[in-house]
């Protein structure tokens, strides 16, 4: 059930490079979001005008508390950092979207993230880890401080392969990521943040005829599903013959990567 | 002193409260919003729908204003055969009455899918959306020409078994002929403001930004035209007016119900604070309450000076002036 709710914010302090983190007292939220769900975050006053939506991060042990970790990137996410303070109360709806799938029978499934686009991704994580099921990552960035994540990867005693390019240049992780393939069986691969790591995390599932997602992003108004305005072109059979608008609240974030590839016109 | 009088009348059709939502703002295919239950207002608008699949406007279809939304969405519909399996079921369920609107791209069309809907039984008036490009008329929109306005109304009401509403956008040159047109030719109700037109640009490419090019403006950004729109309308025509246009609290409502509403319609701020209708609901009763308002009807009007206008002001002076220039007691 949807939530819209104050809550209490716990943390609001800068995590690493341009990243922040937010934490949230959201027990109704935190308590029944599942991995690749996101929340919509209201910023006090008229503008800006529409919430933030946002990947959710970590949950906590006792599923009470929820943690974002955003990217300075405009003038909404700006005044986030001065507007949500610690102490204060945070206008949060959730949980939102559809989250990744984690089949039942998985063994291993590699994780690819790239930049604000990992933040996504803990979560699966941290559900695979509860399931016994491994983990390998991919991390990528363009600059150290940009690269997060790593360590809760490390935590749960997972490999994880990290990677600095500077330049938009992401033939390396898809080198490591085929190399990797082409000698472990996956089950699944999960992958947000580069629509070329996408790409790649695609074909290779394709070859090895497993699954493979991708959380998407895009602007939103309300994000729960009422206002259209958060469409993406998608595939709506496996071939690509018939295209349609689909909302990335609703029908998403996550969508199967055969959903995406080559969709829009 | 007891509880205030919060139910209001439009058209024969009584609402338990003055609130109501703006079409498209709360839920859409038979699924209303989770946030409150539909029954806390006063009538429920679904989203617009059409005779026939439409899928909508290309991506990008919003982009955010200062204090507002702008928007090309489109109104995707699914078949009619759709609406009929999915939603109607779950319209005619619901315990208040529901406001149909609707939208054609020729009268003929809407014409269609008011019969239609009128045939159903279920509906307790419909609310034609005239913000459509008339294909015969070069493209301008039913709603900023008086004699197209007209046509599309008096056809629809003479289809109609339920009382027809229409919605206006906003154009000063036009909107009070055309608040009048739609009154003489039979409209029970006014709806305004639909979302003016509006482009944004990205001054890095120098284009528009949405897929559509154009498309419109809400939210609170738009409240203050929207305001004296209303104001305009309510001195020109008799009929009652549902307000909307960037309504987000109940200070809003006072004052759209001040300038000359009788209900009010919350749209686009449902996508950013869902819960501010009910909210808006609360504090409308404590100010009632706290300023011995007995009767929310009151309200109605309360900014004119003067008493209301009647429709005889010459149609010139209207269109010059945006506003009638005699009042006639």
Known sequence: MLQQVNALVTINRPLTGDYWLIELEAPSIAGLLSPGQFVNIRIPGLVPFLRRPFSVYRVNKERRRLQVAYKMLGEGTRLMTTALSEGGFCDVIGPLGKGFSLPEQAKRIAVIGRGIGIAALPTLVDLAATRNIDVRGFLSARTPPNLIGADIFADHGFPVETHVDGDRNVQVVTDLLQAEISRTSFDAIYVCGSNRLTRAAHRLAQQAGILSEVAMEQHMACGFGDCHGCVIAVNTDREGTEKAWREVCHYGPVFQTWEIINASA | ?329
């Open chain 2, 1 to 329: 002193m007891p509880a205030p009088d919060l139910s209001v009348t439009i058209a024969g059709i009584t609402m338990k409260n003055p609130l109501t939502v703006g079409s498209g703002t709360y839920g859409h295919h038979g699924r209303f919003s989770q946030f409150f239950p539909v029954e806390v207002m006063g009538a429920l608008v679904p989203k617009t729908i059409r005779t026939y699949k439409w899928p909508g406007n290309p991506a990008p279809r919003l982009h955010e204003t200062p204090a507002g939304l702008h928007t090309s969405v489109g109104i995707p519909c699914n078949t009619w055969e759709h609406f009929l399996a999915h939603d109607v079921r779950i319209l005619k369920a619901q315990k208040l009455p529901v406001i149909q609107s609707v939208i054609g791209r020729t009268e003929d069309e809407y014409v269609d899918i008011v019969g239609r809907c009128s045939d159903l039984g279920i509906f307790a008036a419909l609310e034609l959306n005239l913000s459509c490009p008339n294909l015969k008329q070069g493209g301008l929109d039913f709603g900023y020409d008086p004699d197209a306005a007209y046509q599309v109304v008096e056809r629809c009401k003479q289809r109609s078994a339920i009382p027809v509403f229409a919605k206006l956008a906003p154009d000063y040159s036009s909107l009070v002929p055309v608040a009048q047109a739609v009154e003489s030719a039979g409209a029970d109700a006014i709806s305004m403001i639909n979302g003016p037109r509006a482009m944004c640009i990205d001054y890095r490419t120098r284009k528009p930004i949405i897929g559509n090019k154009i498309g419109a403006l809400g939210g609170p950004a738009l409240k203050s035209l929207a305001v004296y729109m209303i104001w305009a309308v309510y001195r020109a025509v008799k009929i009652p007016i549902i307000g909307m246009g960037g309504v987000a609290d109940f200070r809003d409502v006072i004052e759209f119900m001040a300038a000359g509403a009788r209900a009010v319609a919350f749209g686009t701020i449902n996508y950013v604070d869902p819960l501010a209708l009910p909210r808006a609901l609360a504090d409308l009763t404590k100010y009632l309450e706290e300023n011995g308002v007995s009767d929310v009807n009151e309200l109605v009007g309360a900014a004119h000076d003067e008493p209301r206008a009647i429709a005889d002001i010459p149609e010139a002076d209207v269109a010059k002036a945006g506003v009638p220039q005699k009042v006639v007691a």
